[in-house]
């Protein structure tokens, strides 16, 4: 068993934060994200609840992001070179 942790989303090529999924956990985690987001704008109706879809968008970034820290390399500021 290896003692290198298993990460779900790798740190992005440049600037701070995450790429794209590496493992089949996080395509689901991003899949469920983006179906959240649309089944929420059918439900909500973002053109008569402006304040509702945006509370409702900004709760799921703020759980994809949550997500993402846990799951994710520790993020840092990367100018191209990954080691």
Not at 2 to 18: C, H, L, M, V
Request: hydrophobic letters at 50%.
């Amino acid at each position: 068993m290896s003692n290198d942790p298993r990460y779900w989303f790798p740190t992005k090529r440049y600037g701070w934060g995450w790429g794209l999924p590496i493992a089949w956990q996080g395509w689901v985690v991003l899949a469920l994200f983006i179906a959240s987001a649309l089944i929420g704008s059918y439900y909500i109706q973002p053109h008569r609840n402006h304040a509702i879809f945006a509370v409702f968008i900004i709760c799921l970034i703020g759980l994809l992001t949550f997500v993402m820290w846990l799951k994710g390399e520790p993020p840092s500021w990367h100018w191209g070179n990954r080691e």
